[in-house]
């Protein structure tokens, strides 16, 4: 009997090859209309195997994600990947296998997959055939077959969403679908879809270039962040160096000295919110290190601060590992890294690094953010549920992106990260703070250190300063 079963799921998998060929080796580039947050934008999808690349564009702006068969990355609209924070890729990879099909490759049972007949069941107006895919890096996956036309009708994970294939259409030699429900809802209806030829390449980020490495550059001495002079597009400006910001920017006085046009629209979130243009300029030059041309979203309230430049993730991730010297006023891109600290894990969160720390012994998890002045800066959310962490003294008046508030100032006795323990240190909360993590691990905590910060290598060090 086990025998018959086995040679009826052969059977049924062989029909399914034959029906769809190497569908799983193949790149496929998707187009689909949808709505964000009110904007239509066109949501284009690169897939081959169990890797894709999702973008979302408003015009040539295009931020999405990109999954490597085990890992799930934010992609910024300059295609720099760091991964998210969110633990989805056991779920993921399962979806990959079975909308890739890539459980009909030949070596997918000898790289540790397993299928399992599940024998004939009812969906819809479909006798279907059933079985089971499971994945040692994936949750199992329920499968059902359409035996008159051997396509993949439906699937879901066990007590999960089902996900029904409808529409399919010829896409070179292979039979794709076009629209694709979870639960009777579409989530998928792509208005086009064609066969590519050359393999799908991941997202690569800003391309640097270094006249010598490592490149560095000579900090302002007079300002708690890290800022410096660089040049774009021949123009000689004041960069401010912000682990905080999700790529890179540059002021509305900037952008009308360069005459740059626009070429999409970014909401830009900080003490306050805006939509925003963003615009396309290049080259970048920091030292000896030299960027290509990049897409800058537009900032109307930084120039009143003396910088004309945010640089964040994007120059951060194409030049790690960096470091950051405050006590010699030295920031130095390229490093060639010699441990001198016990690394610190880094986690993204929209781009931004964060760590967990310890508040005078409570847990939480701040945003390394070399472009707040602060040293601790609790979100004010977090701060309400938990108000034990310090008693506010005082208050002071503070500006950033999108606003002005109020910050609520106290001290707290410890504060932990990694294997450092500090003494008492200055903390605050500030009203209208929404940002990343619980709040920001700011300037004034870091410029006690060396900082090493490698996005590569997800991990940070902290040398203490020898003064």
Not at 196 to 207: E, M, S
């Amino acid at each position: 009997m086990k025998f018959a079963v086995a040679i009826a799921l052969f059977s049924v998998l062989a029909h399914m090859r034959q029906a769809n060929g190497d569908v799983y080796a193949a790149h496929f580039a998707s187009t689909a209309a949808v709505t964000i947050e009110g904007q239509a934008t066109t949501q284009q999808t690169d897939s081959q195997g169990l890797r894709f690349l999702l973008r979302q564009c408003s015009g040539a702006v295009c931020p999405g994600t990109y999954f490597d068969g085990h890992r799930l990355f934010g992609v910024t609209i300059n295609s720099t990947a760091l991964p998210r924070i969110e633990p989805a890729d056991a779920y993921l990879r399962a979806l990959r296998i079975v909308g890739s099909l890539e459980f009909l490759a030949p070596d997918f049972e000898q790289q540790g997959g397993r299928i399992l007949d599940g024998g004939t069941t009812s969906l819809g107006d479909c006798t279907c055939r059933r079985f089971f895919v499971t994945d040692r890096d994936a949750v199992p996956m329920e499968i059902f077959v359409d035996p008159r036309t051997w396509l993949l009708a439906a699937a879901r994970s066990a007590g999960g969403a089902i996900y029904t294939m409808h529409d399919y259409r010829r896409v070179g030699s292979y039979m794709l679908p076009f629209r694709i429900d979870r639960d009777r809802a579409p989530i998928e209806q792509y208005t086009t879809r064609s066969l590519v030829a050359t393999p799908l390449q991941p997202p690569q980020g800003l391309i640097v270039q270094f006249a010598s490495k490592p490149a560095t550059v000579a900090l302002d001495p007079d300002s708690t962040t890290p800022s410096a002079m660089c040049a774009l597009g021949g123009i000689t400006v004041h960069c401010l160096f912000d682990t905080g910001n999700s790529g890179v920017a540059m002021s509305l006085e900037l952008a009308e000295e360069l005459n740059l046009n626009p070429v999409g629209v970014f909401n830009v979130r900080g003490l306050g919110s805006y939509a925003t243009e963003v615009v396309r300029a290049g080259p970048l030059q920091i030292g000896s290190a030299r960027f290509g041309d990049a897409e800058y979203v537009v900032l109307s309230d930084i120039h009143r601060y003396g910088y004309d430049l945010v640089l964040g993730a994007d120059v951060f991730a194409a030049a790690a590992p960096l470091t950051v010297d405050y006590e010699h006023h030295v920031l130095s891109f390229g490093v060639d890294e010699k441990q001198t600290a016990p690394p610190i894990a880094l986690a993204f969160d929209n781009f931004v690094p964060v760590v967990d720390v310890l508040l005078a012994g409570e847990p939480a998890r701040l945003a390394v953010d070399t472009g707040d002045q602060s040293t601790v800066n609790l979100a004010d959310e977090f701060y309400a549920l938990h108000p034990q962490i310090f008693k506010p003294t005082h208050t002071q008046n503070v500006g950033g992106i999108g606003g002005d508030s109020i910050e609520m100032m106290g001290t707290i006795p410890t504060l932990q990260i990694g294997p450092l323990s500090t003494g008492p240190q200055a903390i605050g909360t500030t009203k209208t703070l929404r940002g990343t993590a619980n709040g920001h691990l700011g300037a004034g905590f870091l410029s006690n250190f060396l900082v090493l910060l490698d996005y590569a290598r997800e991990r940070m060090e902290l040398l203490p300063n020898h003064s």
